[in-house]
């Protein structure tokens, strides 16, 4: 993909972002309402098949692409980058690991938006655990029968179908050799979507809990055709999901950074604009360093991705820094922005309560600090 | 029915224009350049036209330096067949432009010419009237309503105090005003095979055209700052001011 079309793509989301997201992206997010006419938008330019390969209807955008889409996504409003992360993760595990058919049949619908994903794999008990999964799939005939409850499950009310991971060898040992993906589409008999879950922030796009209630999956839907190679398949998956959430983490920051920065130059106080207050320009100074930081992170993690290789350490310190450092920026906005930031008069609060999903969603920061010290230890390993 | 949409390069209206310490011009570093916003919505009709006709061709037309494709591009990913970029470094005035458009409509032969009523840097309002006056062909400017049955068009005009609608036959020069349609995003994969289009640069000179500037400006000023008001006490006041120091009454 040469440059030239990455740049004008990005130029259209940016003019997307600020004509038609920016101006109501706070009133929605107020309200917690889904934002149809946004996701309408976004479906007609293309963005439910940015990554998904060429020779099923997709755009086959590479993840840096892909990540530098989803920062100016989140720069607006964090929520809208949750509707294609995760349909654009089942679109990736069907991509990589589906069979021929698989792939035929699912991945064009996916493409245009007119099937929506999602994936199910959190469960009440079992998060960044995936192993512990308790949600079972019996093989009956041709048929998978599920049954367990999934949790925090993003796009799973608006959305048409869920990747769900299940056990078909409840017993396997080690427990992850037993772990299956279903695409599951939704119908009649579920699965069922029983709450939307209210949240600190991410609002507007449904979070919910859903269950699997005996429910029938055609065995034709085990993603591969194999059973047992769920985990490998999910893994390699949410390394995608890390370099979006660390893109997130990227927007946010950038557009905390930027209202903070403005709003510096056009407050007085002690008969200056504040920006020239040596407290604030260490904050100032601090902030952009980070921003800029975290964005070389996400880049190298996707760049990493789209050769082709394992991206898990540099994707969880993608995900570990700008998630941080966006926390910490949306704290200090709102420092900059005083009474002001407190308040819904500006964007500042909403950032601030984005910032922590990007630390506890795809993997807690604590788990990505695990993974990194793994990965580093195995790379500086003496003996 | 093959469209023809030439537009101007404008900078986008967003941007805080800086002018140059001598007047010549504006400062270009850190300036985004756009389509000219009333050429956008032409581009939109144009496209709309094709797709309630199911049939012909939208074609693009800029006149600038060779690297201004970009804009050429933004057009044709938003659905344009294929665009033409007129390369000069000069700077041209409103009529040698239309006649410039002139010689691009007499090679294409389009039954329609569609263009912003005006462009939003200079608001010049001439490059339309010209053209149609050139080619000999009806024109319709400030169009917020337009409908193409056969071989006639009918445009509704936003005019002072009202609309006034006119019917004329084809080929035709229509400006679009603000209310005609609102343009729609490039998609993605729009903005993919916008690549693949055809997109042809033509020198200028090649045009055989006379290209001296009828018209030059001299400076460019910035509007004086506004001073701060000031409040008086009574009517008698008021009036005082205004005769012994504004000078007005």
């Known amino acids: 993909m040469s440059e030239a079309v990455d740049q004008d793509i990005l130029q259209t989301l940016r003019r997307f972002v600020e004509h038609d997201v920016i101006p109501v992206a706070s009133d929605f997010e107020h309200r917690d309402e889904y934002p149809q006419a946004l996701v309408d938008t976004m479906k007609q330019l293309g963005l439910f098949g940015a990554t998904i390969p060429t020779e099923y209807g997709g755009l086959g955008l590479s993840f840096s692409t892909y990540a530098r889409i989803i920062e100016e996504l989140s720069r607006g409003w964090m929520s809208l980058s949750g509707v294609i992360n995760s349909h654009l993760i089942m679109a990736f595990i069907i991509a990589n690991a589906g069979t021929p058919e698989q792939k035929r049949r699912l991945l064009p619908g996916m493409a245009t938006g007119e099937k929506r994903g999602g994936l199910a794999l959190t469960e009440p008990h079992a998060g960044s655990d995936v192993q512990s999964i308790r949600t079972v799939a019996k093989r009956d005939g041709d048929n998978y029968i599920l049954s367990g409850s999934k949790m925090f499950i993003t796009n799973a009310r608006h959305g048409t179908m869920l990747a769900v991971a299940a056990k078909t060898d409840p017993n396997a040992k080690p427990a992850y050799a037993g772990i299956s993906m279903f695409a599951v589409e939704k119908n009649e008999h579920g699965p069922t979507v029983s709450r939307n879950l209210k949240k600190l922030g991410y609002k507007g796009i449904d979070t919910c809990e859903v269950v699997l209630d005996n429910l029938a999956v055609p065995a034709a839907n085990l993603i591969g055709g194999q059973p047992g190679a769920g985990f490998k398949q999910v893994m390699s998956a949410l390394e995608v999901g890390r370099i979006n959430v660390a893109a997130r983490a990227v927007g946010v920051a950038q557009a905390a950074f930027e209202s903070a920065i403005r709003y510096s130059q056009q407050r007085v106080a002690f008969g200056k604009p504040i920006c020239q207050h040596q407290a604030v320009q260490l904050m100032l100074a601090d902030m952009g360093t980070r921003v800029e930081a975290a964005r070389l992170l996400v880049q190298n993690a996707a760049s990493r991705k789209d050769a082709g290789q394992r991206c898990d350490l540099e994707a969880g310190m993608a995900k570990l820094f700008a998630s941080e450092a966006c926390a910490k920026i949306s704290l200090d906005a709102m420092r900059i922005l005083g009474g002001y930031g407190y308040t819904q008069e500006f964007p500042v609060e909403r950032f601030y309560r984005d910032a922590p999903l990007m630390m506890i969603g795809e993997g807690t920061n604590e788990i990505q600090s695990l993974v990194i010290a793994r990965n580093l230890l195995e790379r500086y390993r003496i003996n | ?249």
């Open chain 2, 1 to 249: 029915m093959k469209i023809l949409v030439p537009f101007k390069r404008v900078p986008d209206p967003a941007t805080t224009i800086r002018i140059l310490p001598d007047g010549s011009g504006i400062a270009t570093d850190n300036v985004k350049w756009v389509i000219n916003p009333f050429d956008e919505i032409a581009i939109e009709e144009a496209l709309r036209i094709k797709e309630r006709l199911k049939t012909g061709e939208v074609v693009l037309m800029t006149i600038g330096q060779s690297n201004w494709q970009e804009q050429l591009r933004t057009g044709l990913a938003m659905g344009a067949d294929r665009a033409k970029l007129i390369v000069t470094d000069k700077p041209l005035d409103t009529l040698t432009i239309a006649r410039v458009i002139a010689k691009v409509v007499a090679e294409e032969q389009p039954r329609l010419v569609i263009l912003g009523k005006q462009a939003i840097d200079d608001d010049s309002n001439q490059v339309g009237q010209m053209l149609a006056e050139i080619l000999g062909w009806p024109q319709a400017t400030f169009a917020s309503k337009l409908e193409i049955e056969g071989d006639r068009c009918t445009v509704v005009r936003e005019v002072d105090g009202g609309l006034e609608t006119v019917a004329f036959p084809l080929p035709a020069v229509v400006t679009t005003d603000l209310r005609l349609n609102e343009p729609r995003y490039a998609s993605l994969p729009g903005i993919m095979k916008a690549r693949k289009k055809e997109l042809k640069e033509i020198p200028i000179e090649s045009l055989g055209l006379d290209l001296t500037p009828k018209l030059r400006v001299k400076e460019l000023k910035a509007p004086p700052k506004r001073q701060a008001g000031r409040k008086v006490g009574s009517v008698q006041e008021l009036v005082k001011l205004l005769h012994e120091e504004a000078k007005l009454i």
